[in-house]
Structures are given as structure tokens and as C-alpha cells.
């Protein structure tokens, strides 16, 4: 369907170039909340551990649109919009709760169960027998919108579109095995959080979370301390659909490494008194040291080191994105693999060793464009497709994720 607020430029060269306006058109975002967030895709909604008794609740956007994640009284999940159906106020004001038997919206005290019907309205019959509604009204056709709900290794995930197939077929048949390796089998228990606000289009995240590219030139301590390079075994899975992706380093074994002679990211005469951050246990015999799943459109599932995390980034106007970093263990860990966890997990968020660039490299693109709407960046590492590749010298996955945006948005 073509959209008329779309107007600035067409879009050059397939998936190996993207113009800069589709980060700064505003009207944009509004077509990305319907056909994107709103369209066919699981979005991120919570952790199942988050809600585990009926009446525990969580609040999330999906998208801009604020969501309610509930559990209702026989234990299943529902997810509804956060807005009242009589005049639009927020339903749930907090960020999350626990043991609810409905919600109230403050405002004139309509009130919801926890799958988001409309139960009662105060008044609804007037006072001293005036006023009140009219006897037509239906409470049942008037509610917030809901999301159909799934769940995948403890993730839940909502979606508003029929048309949306399982989870398991929209992420691909080769992405669950490597979340599962991340997160799935054991139980997990969260040991941090952080936020942190993007001074960019969400969209730059989306590219940044599946650029195997940058990792270990933009990060100086991945390469410098050898966490992650690119000469290190590894390589990058891209969905069917294109829009999602696995990238995988494996440990190091190369002796002598010539792959980053003259580039600036490797000092090999840095070391650290303190190599604690570098002491890493292997959890798994095929010795990857890092895994980063994403999830079109804003998830990310992720280990580095012996640090498991989610991140999750929504938009915030066109400029701005908040990001969600949740860090896990497992509730069996032993103290002293729970205590190199929380070290490694120095390594992510907002000051993160191998993250706070991330923060803000995009700020750094937002004013290299700004003038520059018409203009377009070049994606042509790794060739012009969206296959898996066997190396993660590639922008395949950052392609991928361009294809299905375009198929969804409609340009
Ligand atoms: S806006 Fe919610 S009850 Fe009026
Ligand atoms: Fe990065």
C-alpha cells in the first residue's frame, strides 16, 4: 500500500544503500508504529519470571503505544493496550505490580480485568436516578485493543496482527537453537538493569545490534583485549525473512595475528594490571564467546563473556530511542560464577567497556546527516544479499533487517 507521506526520495540501490531521510521523516514514525510495531511481528513484551502469580502485571510499549502485560487468575498472559477506552488515560500508571484483581483508570475510575474488558463504569447508571450512561451502551464493545500472546524460552512476546505466523517460524528455524543456548534449559534469575536514552532514529540501533562490522573497530577493548575480532572464528546467521540474525565469536586461537596491522581499534602494547575481565569460564564445548541473537524489530538476546543479557530499544521521537538492558544468572549459579557475571556485565550498558560507544556513535551519524536527507549510506560489506555467511566481515544481517522493513513499511 502506497504511503503518501513518503515522499522525500525512492529508495536507490536494493539493500545496499539507505537513504538518510528514513531516519528524520517524522510522518515516518507513525507509518512504523502501524506497520511495523503494529503490523506482523512478535514484539518483546516481558519476562514471564516478571509476572509469575495471577495478577502480576508489567508495563511496556510497544512501539510508542504503552501495553499492559498481565496474568490472569488461571495463569495464562494477556497483553492490552494502556489506554483507557472512555477518554484515553494511561490504565496502569506504574511500570509494573503485583497481585492485582483489576485495574482502575484513575481518571473516572472505569475499571478492567486483567485481560483488558471493560468491567464496570462509575456511575454507569447515574446517581439519585439522573445522569448516567445511556441503556445502549455495551461495555463489551469498548475496551482497549489486545495483542495475541506467546511465549519462547521464558520471553513473552505480543503481536496485533492475525497474519503473524508462530514464533518459531518468523525468527527462522536456525535463531531458537542459539537463544536457547543463551537463555533457555536452566532458570533464570535477573541480577541488573540498566537505561539508557539513544540520541538517535531506533533504526540505527536496529543496525548497529546486527553489525558484526563495527564490533571490533568501533569497541577498542574487544579488539585490544582480544574479546572480539573478526579473525577469531565466528560467523553470522541471517532468518529467512531477513530480520533476524545470530553473530558468533568464537574464542581466540590465532598465535600472530597481522588482521588489524595498521588499524587504530588494536594497541597490542595495552594490557590490564587486572585481567578479571577477561576471565572467562566456557559454559558450552563450542567455545563461542559471544553470542548476539536480534529479533526483528528491537530485541536483542545476547551473551558476552559469562554476561547474559536482553536489550530491548523503542522509539522516542525520531531522534531518540530508549534502550532496556535486563542482565541474567541463573538462580543455581555458584557465587563465584555469579561474581564474574556481574564483572563481565561491566562490559554492556550505558558505560559499558565494549557498549558506551554504541551510545553514541549514532548521535554521531544523526549530525553527520543532518543536512543530508537526500544523500544515502553504503552497505556493501560482505556483497549486496542477506544470506548467512561464514564470516562476520559482513553487513548481510544489517541488509536483512532493511528488507524486511521495506516489505513491511511498503517502500
Ligand atoms: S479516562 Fe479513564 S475513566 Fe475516564
Ligand atoms: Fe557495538
Redesign the pocket.
Known amino acids: 500500500m502506497p504511503n503518501d507521506t513518503i515522499s522525500v526520495t525512492a529508495w536507490p540501490h536494493g539493500l545496499t544503500r539507505v537513504p538518510f531521510w528514513v531516519y528524520q521523516d517524522k510522518d515516518l514514525l507513525q507509518t512504523e508504529q502501524q506497520r511495523v510495531f503494529e503490523g506482523a511481528v512478535w514484539n518483546y513484551l516481558c519476562l514471564e519470571s516478571e509476572i509469575p502469580n495471577p495478577g502480576d502485571w508489567r508495563a511496556t510499549v510497544v512501539g510508542y503505544m504503552p501495553v499492559v502485560v498481565a496474568r490472569d487468575t488461571d495463569g495464562t498472559i494477556a497483553a492490552f493496550e494502556n489506554r ?6 494511561l ?1 496502569c500508571l506504574d511500570d509494573a505490580g503485583r497481585g492485582a484483581k483489576d485495574f482502575h ?6 475499571r478492567y480485568d486483567l485481560r483488558g474488558n471493560l468491567a464496570s463504569i ?1 456511575f454507569r447508571h447515574g446517581v439519585n436516578g439522573k445522569g448516567g450512561m445511556d441503556a445502549s451502551f455495551r461495555m463489551e464493545d469498548h475496551g482497549p485493543r489486545k495483542l495475541r500472546v506467546t511465549t519462547l524460552f521464558g520471553l513473552v512476546f505480543g503481536t496485533f496482527s492475525a497474519d503473524t505466523p508462530d514464533i518459531e517460524t518468523y525468527i527462522g528455524a536456525e535463531v531458537p537453537p542459539r537463544m536457547e543456548r543463551v537463555i533457555g534449559g536452566r532458570q533464570l534469575e535477573i541480577i541488573g538493569r540498566f537505561t539508557q536514552v539513544l540520541p538517535n532514529n531506533w533504526k540505527m540501533y536496529a543496525e548497529n545490534v546486527r553489525d558484526s562490522y563495527h564490533a571490533s573497530l568501533l569497541h577498542l577493548f574487544f579488539a585490544t583485549f582480544k574479546i572480539n575480532r573478526l579473525s577469531q572464528g565466528g560467523g553470522l546467521i541471517v532468518s529467512p525473512n531477513g530480520g533476524n540474525s545470530v553473530s558468533s565469536t568464537i574464542a581466540p586461537t590465532e598465535t600472530t595475528d597481522q588482521a588489524y596491522a595498521g588499524i587504530r581499534s588494536v594497541d597490542d602494547g595495552f594490557h590490564l594490571e587486572d585481567e578479571c575481565m577477561l576471565d572467562v569460564v566456557d559454559e558450552h564445548p563450542d567455545r563461542i564467546r559471544q553470542h548476539i541473537v536480534t529479533v526483528f524489530p528491537n530485541f536483542v538476546v545476547q551473551k558476552t563473556q559469562n554476561a547474559m543479557a536482553l536489550r530491548f530499544f523503542t522509539p522516542d521521537g525520531v531522534d531518540r530511542t530508549n534502550l532496556e538492558w535486563i542482565y541474567f544468572g541463573y538462580t543455581d549459579d555458584t557465587p563465584e560464577m555469579r561474581a564474574r557475571r556481574l564483572r563481565h556485565l561491566n562490559l554492556g550498558g550505558p558505560a559499558g567497556y565494549v557498549s558506551m560507544e554504541d551510545g553514541c556513535v549514532g548521535g554521531f551519524v544523526e549530525r553527520g546527516i543532518a543536512s543530508t536527507p537526500d544523500r544515502e549510506s553504503i552497505l556493501e560489506m560482505g556483497g549486496s544479499g542477506t544470506a548467512s555467511q561464514e564470516t562476520r566481515a559482513t553487513e548481510s544481517a544489517v541488509r536483512g533487517f532493511w528488507g524486511l522493513w521495506r516489505q513491511m513499511v511498503g517502500v
Open positions: 483507557c477506552a472512555h477518554r484515553g488515560a490504565i483508570c484513575v481518571y473516572h475510575a472505569w462509575a
